[in-house]
């Protein structure tokens, strides 16, 4: 698609289950970015991928979140028996090479934990 | 680490006029800076960029001024209109964390009153 595409775009799930969110980035395009955006506040970085170097994980909160990249294109963050305060929207984004400029955001999968 | 703030949580305008907003970074070695603009359930849009070799960039409608000495960043919005109305975020990089990915701010939100 011509678009940083993620799903679902709304997930309500009950404490202590597991979710995976999925994001597809744009075709050719080798960096692909996970972030966190709690309710009116900034975009927390939790990890990225380059091409196939090992990612940078340092983003990430707790052991219960863990993403891996597929073939260098499709993404899929897991988070583990989920807890309130994992309550955010989960925005992907992705670029070509390393250039950080040309970050393309998806609309973002908004989790709600219940 | 990097910290990124802004002065502003909301700035309100009237349509026509010129729109500043602000952003204060902590690292010195920040070395690439950029303004993202977030409408109501989307992600974030790429708005301008800008290298710390460079004190000023223009682009349509808008400008981004770079302090290094006060490590400060500005946007500035030309004849505001309705479709400015967002959150505006600052983004900034620091290159002796080695890492690409980008360290948001909270956000200031831009209300253009007609």
């Known amino acids: 698609g011509a678009g940083v595409s993620q799903s679902p775009s709304n997930k309500v799930t009950e404490k202590g289950k597991d979710v995976e969110l999925r994001c597809d980035p744009i075709?050719?395009?080798?960096?692909l970015y996970w972030y966190r955006q709690s309710l009116g506040q900034g975009l927390e970085f939790l990890i990225y991928?380059?091409?196939?170097?090992?990612?940078?994980k340092s983003g990430l909160p707790s052991d219960r979140f863990s993403a891996e990249r597929t073939g260098g294109s499709v993404s899929t963050l897991t988070i583990q028996r989920t807890q309130q305060e994992d309550s955010a929207v989960y925005l992907c984004a992705s670029s070509p090479a390393d250039r950080v400029g040309g970050y393309t955001f998806g609309s973002g999968t908004r989790l709600t934990v219940v | 680490g990097e910290s990124v703030g802004l002065h502003l949580p909301t700035l309100s305008v009237q349509e026509g006029d010129n729109s500043i907003i602000n952003c204060a970074y902590s690292n010195s070695a920040s070395d690439y800076f950029i303004w993202y603009k977030q409408e109501s359930g989307k992600g974030p849009q790429f708005i301008i960029d800008?290298?710390?070799?460079?004190d000023k960039r223009q682009g349509q409608r808008v400008t981004v001024l770079l302090n290094k000495t006060v490590k400060h960043l500005s946007l500035q919005i030309a004849a505001t209109q309705p479709g400015d109305s967002a959150v505006y975020f600052c983004a900034v990089r620091g290159m002796d964390t080695g890492r690409r990915a980008l360290t948001f701010g909270s956000g200031t939100r831009l209300q253009v009153q007609p």
């Open positions: 991928f380059q091409g196939n170097s090992a990612p940078d």
């Open positions: 075709s050719g395009h080798t960096a």
């Open positions: 800008i290298r710390s070799n460079m």
